[in-house]
């Protein structure tokens, strides 16, 4: 058995005569956390487990708050729509599945392809989603009726990471050997390849702004 913490920072201003505040840990997790997100109001946070669940968590208290199951492989990336209400989860087990918070069974359940799901994006007001795969492709997904719409190729590596720009104009995805390329989704096709790390990418994130992305 393995407890698995997750660590809070402190948020409010500390001065010369405060000490920081101690880090809240939420337990609950049997497996190593796989994926984290906040929710947009910044009142719930949202984690994924290689035990195959999601836990919904109070950032004020660390109080659990739900449990979604359903997933039968490690759960490799989180999406929260900027509602903060639909949840969308990939996974080892092939699939995507569309959780409507409180709700326990998801409202939609997509079956990616022969390959783990490890990279997930998504776009609430175009109702789209993005999955990456171990098999290098790029899938589209129509959320409304559960389709897929299309595939982006370029890739010659597993894919880890995913994001939409806020205005929905751009995509941009990342594969195990560091590079990260930029598509127009409108278009469906590759704006640009950037070998930007030497190394495996996690994370991708887009700025509000949408002149600045950031990568890891």
Not at 76 to 87: F, K, M, N
Not at 199 to 209: D, E, I, Q, V
């Amino acid at each position: 058995w393995l407890a698995l913490l997750l660590m809070i920072l402190a948020t409010s201003p500390v001065t010369a005569q405060q000490e920081p505040a101690a880090p809240a840990t939420l337990r609950g997790h049997q497996g190593p956390i796989t994926a984290v997100s906040y929710t947009p109001s910044g009142k719930q946070i949202v984690t994924a487990s290689s035990d195959m669940t999601i836990r919904l968590w109070q950032a004020s208290t660390g109080q659990e708050l739900h449990v979604l199951t359903g997933h039968t492989g490690q759960i490799t990336s989180l999406a929260v729509d900027p509602a903060g209400r639909i949840i969308l989860s990939g996974a080892a087990d092939n699939s995507i599945r569309l959780w409507d918070i409180p709700q326990p069974d998801p409202l939609l359940q997509l079956t990616a392809a022969a390959v783990p799901v490890r990279g997930l994006a998504a776009h609430g007001p175009s109702g789209h989603v993005v999955t990456g795969a171990n098999d290098g492709l790029v899938r589209v997904w129509n959320l409304r009726d559960g389709k897929e719409l299309y595939q982006l190729k370029g890739h010659l590596a597993p894919l880890v990471a995913a994001a939409f720009r806020a205005d929905a104009n751009q995509l941009a995805t990342a594969d195990e050997t560091g590079m990260l390329r930029l598509w127009d989704p409108l278009l469906r096709s590759e704006l640009q390849r950037i070998g930007v790390h030497e190394g495996t990418l996690r994370m991708l994130a887009y700025h509000p702004n949408n002149q600045q992305l950031i990568t890891s």
